[in-house]
């Protein structure tokens, strides 16, 4: 629809960029959000590509769909999950997975009760089949998935909790926006109830990751504390040095003398680092 076109050139887009922008210059947040920005393009383009009519123009919702996949392959593959887990360790993960798995929860429970009055009917319209059975198999799941594997502390359940909180976020705001769009353009009728719902569910996903991100800030150290917890640069030098074994006296020396011919070794030299030498 014209409305689904204008959110995301006005919310997708830009959220992609932003997070992309920040990934590219090694920001870990962006590196956690990018996932999520792919994965919903990926959605959306699933769904143009179910619902429109075959043209010219499904070639690109074909390729969007590729690209985007390979390019969240990819960002999952070279995410370091253990440092993902540590930058988000302040954040209440138990709160964070409640939350994604009422979610998907919720929106299975929307999803159904959409369909049963559909089942059998030959005439559901193609746009309303294909968003109901992308989300079905695709958009829900993951945030049910996630939110589990976070509740059980796994390192892909903290690795992907931002990307997902993302989702949500995206998904709840794009389908607002959307409706809101389509009765300014005199498409539809504004359903107020569906609407909230979606603002709601969208509002509290952007607030569970503003307290991710907050806590990430607070628990990344800075460079002067990273600094000061460096181990000291030792003064001597690290080449090994030989002793000899305890009763044998050095080769060259007289037992129990501490220096050639019996002479004492000279005192070390004002400033020394290294005893007996000047």
């Known amino acids: 629809s014209r409305g689904g076109?204008?959110?995301?050139?006005?919310?997708?887009?830009?959220a992609l960029l932003v997070a992309s922008w920040f990934a590219q210059r090694g920001s870990v947040t962006g590196q956690l959000l990018r996932p999520g920005a792919l994965f919903y393009v990926m959605y959306v383009s699933a769904i143009y590509l179910l619902a429109a009519p075959l043209s010219v123009v499904s070639f690109g919702h074909a390729l969007l769909v590729v690209a985007s996949?390979?390019?969240l392959i990819g960002d999952l593959a070279d995410l370091d999950t253990v440092r993902a887990r540590r930058h988000v360790?302040?954040?209440p993960p138990r709160v964070v997975a409640g939350a994604l798995v009422a979610i998907g929860l919720a929106a299975y429970a929307g999803l159904i009760g959409n369909v049963l009055p559909e089942l059998g009917e030959a005439t559901t319209d193609v746009a309303f089949r294909s968003q109901w059975a992308v989300d079905m198999a695709l958009g829900t799941p993951v945030l049910i998935v996630g939110g589990v594997l976070l509740w059980r502390r796994a390192p892909w359940g903290s690795a992907t909790a931002a990307a997902l909180l993302l989702v949500s976020t995206l998904g709840g705001a794009a389908f607002a926006a959307a409706a809101g769009f389509e009765q300014l353009l005199g498409h539809q009728p504004l359903d107020t109830a569906v609407v909230a719902i979606h603002t709601t569910i969208s509002a509290i996903a952007l607030l569970l990751l503003a307290v991710l991100l907050r806590s990430a800030q607070r628990t990344?150290?800075?460079?002067?504390?990273?600094?000061?917890?460096?181990?000291?640069?030792?003064c001597w030098s690290s080449a090994p040095t030989s002793t000899p074994a305890a009763g044998r006296p050095r080769a060259g020396w007289p037992s129990?003398?501490?220096?050639?011919?019996?002479?004492?070794?000279?005192?070390?030299?004002?400033?020394?680092?290294?005893?007996g030498t000047t």
Do not use: E
């Open 220 to 234: 990344t150290p800075s460079p002067a504390a990273t600094a000061s917890t460096a181990p000291p640069t030792r």
């Open 89 to 91: 360790a302040g954040a």
């Open 5 to 14: 076109d204008a959110t995301n050139l006005v919310v997708v887009a830009p």
């Open 256 to 275: 129990g003398s501490d220096s050639p011919a019996g002479r004492p070794r000279p005192p070390a030299a004002a400033g020394s680092a290294f005893p």
């Open 69 to 71: 996949a390979a390019a």
